[in-house]
């Protein structure tokens, strides 16, 4: 792919003492040893003095992360879930993947990732959780329980006019509350079950989201355990403890 047919997005606040953008600025590291002719980009709610936490991005943009009152105690992330829809509507590139700041690419197999567009229109991977109601989820009709959620931390999709026009459905759902949920990936698993997009549910070692090592990870979002796989011969103290949790 030439530069301009791909971008890679992230859509992080200032919060935590712009944690969460040095965060995404090491996963846009480790993806462009993968995919490094796509365009990176950075949308933030403050002007960033501090250009080490921002140098692996092509395009750093300062956006409005403001969110509805009602939203004041549910999973919004500091207004990133709105700014995400908003920003992801404004990018020009044929192919988009948003990424989460906790995902890493690992792997060589994460170059092979574009190919996918050329035969669908968009992919992601299914849930940890797969109908996540401990949030207070209302039911969502019309949809089965066989067609669980998404993760929306990593999304690749073409951007068509059928992909914008599902952002715009699903922004509009989640920004009205019409579906009651706290978090966006239920009007996300409404809005992508009614389309006629050619959706592609990635493999689980390409949103690895566990604790358990896994040796064909090629994309962890999981950052209580990077250093595990940074650092494979030296497990962390967290990991000995929730391994020994589960056995």
């Known amino acids: 792919m030439n530069h301009g047919d791909m971008a890679i997005l992230y859509v992080n606040s200032h919060h935590g003492d712009f944690r969460y953008v040095a965060e995404a600025n090491k996963s846009a590291a480790?993806?462009?040893?993968?995919?490094?002719?796509?365009?990176?980009?950075?949308?933030?709610?403050?002007e960033i003095q501090d250009k080490s936490l921002i140098s692996e991005f092509d395009e750093v943009r300062?956006?409005?992360?403001?969110?509805?009152?009602?939203?004041?105690?549910?999973?919004?992330?500091?207004?990133?879930?709105?700014?995400?829809?908003?920003?992801?509507?404004?990018?020009?590139?044929?192919?988009?993947?948003?990424?989460?700041?906790?995902?890493?690419?690992?792997?060589?197999?994460?170059?092979?990732?574009?190919?996918?567009?050329?035969?669908?229109?968009?992919?992601l991977a299914h849930a940890p959780v797969?109908?996540?109601?401990?949030?207070?989820?209302?039911?969502?009709?019309?949809?089965?329980?066989?067609?669980?959620?998404?993760?929306?931390?990593?999304?690749?999709?073409?951007?068509?006019?059928?992909?914008?026009?599902?952002?715009?459905?699903?922004?509009?759902?989640?920004?009205?509350?019409?579906?009651?949920?706290?978090?966006?990936?239920?009007?996300?698993?409404?809005?992508?079950?009614h389309s006629q997009l050619r959706l592609y549910v990635l493999p689980p070692e390409f949103n690895y989201r566990e604790f358990a090592y896994r040796d064909d990870t090629a994309i962890l979002q999981n950052r209580f355990v990077l250093d595990d796989y940074l650092n494979p011969k030296k497990k962390s103290l967290l990991t000995k403890i929730k391994q020994k949790l589960l056995s």
């Open 62 to 123: 300062v956006t409005d992360f403001s969110y509805p009152s009602f939203m004041e105690n549910r999973v919004h992330l500091n207004g990133q879930m709105v700014a995400k829809h908003r920003a992801m509507l404004e990018l020009k590139e044929d192919v988009i993947m948003y990424l989460g700041a906790d995902t890493y690419a690992l792997k060589d197999s994460v170059s092979s990732l574009p190919m996918l567009m050329e035969k669908f229109d968009i992919a």
């Open 130 to 193: 797969r109908i996540n109601t401990e949030l207070g989820n209302s039911v969502i009709e019309d949809v089965p329980e066989c067609f669980p959620e998404l993760n929306c931390d990593i999304i690749l999709y073409r951007n068509n006019e059928g992909n914008r026009q599902l952002i715009r459905d699903w922004s509009e759902s989640y920004l009205s509350d019409r579906f009651g949920h706290p978090h966006d990936q239920g009007p996300f698993r409404y809005h992508v079950y």
């Open 30 to 46: 480790s993806f462009k040893r993968y995919i490094p002719n796509a365009k990176y980009y950075l949308y933030t709610d403050k």
